[in-house]
């Protein structure tokens, strides 16, 4: 865990120390106002603490998505061409279960007119009704992968299956809510920790709470002091261990990892399905980056 030092003459994300303001010193309410009262908290001695924490953690969601192209003179065996290459894919997919990957897909069809060049030698179609040459159907199928150990397999499996286009990867954090919590708290216990090192620098003691704000707003400079002309600056963030965050391997040792057996029909199925030769011959490396998770929080103390 790293640490910056908290200053005691900073304002924002370091402690604030403030001494019983003097009448001349009111800071002014709104421009062109010279005095205000000052804000209950602030006639005693105290300081005010912003704790901002950091942590990086894995991406816990991919998303991917396909389609597939067909082409015929009957709209109905240009859909259903389309349809039986996608529902390959996605049944192959869906044996995995809805709780670890989701699978969507939709078919949409359009009429391939006739063309002819016009009087400048340009190709334009020929949209009337009676003119229509071919339909194409396009078959798409976008994949949400909610257990992101399985998207090698399930990306390998879509290229497998010979799409027209497949689209970029992408990952995402979707941070549970005993995640926001356990790092709110790191946010608290960094707000003491630097109070606690500013006060003792200074050779003081902290008093009793004055002000708890989980958002962090009262410790800005127009909240603290009625000063709304100003607003704090950023301060440097603590890093917290992703262990102190998620929860996990705190308590005991993680569970192994259980084998994902797929069922016999992903490599057996007919309609064009991948085999499990072709799955693994088309695996490639896809590792979930690390995304930055932040929170603050603001703690005003009296001084001794």
């Known amino acids: 865990?790293?640490?910056?030092?908290?200053?005691?003459?900073?304002?924002?994300?370091?402690?604030?120390?403030?001494?019983?303001?003097?009448?001349?010193?009111?800071?002014?309410?709104?421009?062109?106002?010279?005095?205000?009262?000052?804000?209950?908290?602030?006639?005693?001695?105290?300081?005010a603490s912003v704790g901002q924490v950091r942590v990086e953690l894995q991406a816990n969601r991919a998303f991917v998505s396909a389609s597939f192209q067909s082409v015929d003179r009957s709209v109905a065996e240009a859909s259903r061409a389309a349809a039986d290459q996608v529902r390959a894919l996605s049944q192959a997919l869906s044996a995995y279960g809805a709780d670890k990957v989701r699978v969507e897909t939709s078919v949409t069809t359009r009429p391939l007119y006739d063309q002819y060049r016009d009087e400048n030698g340009v190709m334009r179609d020929n949209t009337r009704a009676d003119r229509v040459a071919r339909y194409q159907a396009d078959a798409s199928v976008n994949v949400t992968v909610r257990d992101v150990s399985l998207i090698e397999r399930v990306y390998a499996t879509i290229v497998a299956s010979r799409p027209t286009s497949i689209g970029q990867v992408n990952f995402q954090l979707d941070p549970e809510n005993s995640w926001?919590?356990?790092?709110?708290?790191?946010?608290?216990?960094?707000?003491?920790?630097?109070?606690?090192?500013?006060?003792?620098?200074?050779?003081?003691?902290?008093?009793?709470?004055?002000?708890?704000?989980?958002?962090?707003?009262?410790?800005?400079?127009?909240?603290?002091?009625?000063?709304p002309a100003y607003a704090a600056g950023g301060g440097q963030e603590t890093t917290v261990d992703e262990m102190m965050v998620t929860g996990s391997r705190v308590n005991a040792p993680p569970p192994p990892r259980l084998a994902v057996r797929v069922p016999a029909p992903v490599a057996e199925m007919a309609g064009g399905a991948p085999s499990e030769a072709q799955i693994e011959a088309a695996r490639l490396a896809l590792q979930p980056p690390l995304q930055v998770m932040t929170d603050s929080a603001c703690v005003i103390y009296g001084l001794n």
């Open 180 to 227: 926001k919590a356990n790092l709110q708290a790191e946010a608290m216990k960094d707000a003491r920790r630097r109070a606690e090192a500013a006060a003792t620098n200074a050779g003081a003691t902290l008093g009793r709470v004055k002000i708890i704000d989980p958002s962090g707003r009262v410790c800005q400079t127009d909240v603290l002091a009625g000063w």
């Open 1 to 47: 865990m790293r640490s910056s030092l908290a200053l005691a003459l900073l304002l924002g994300a370091t402690p604030l120390v403030s001494a019983a303001p003097a009448l001349a010193q009111t800071p002014p309410a709104t421009i062109g106002d010279r005095y205000i009262p000052a804000p209950w908290w602030m006639r005693d001695p105290v300081i």
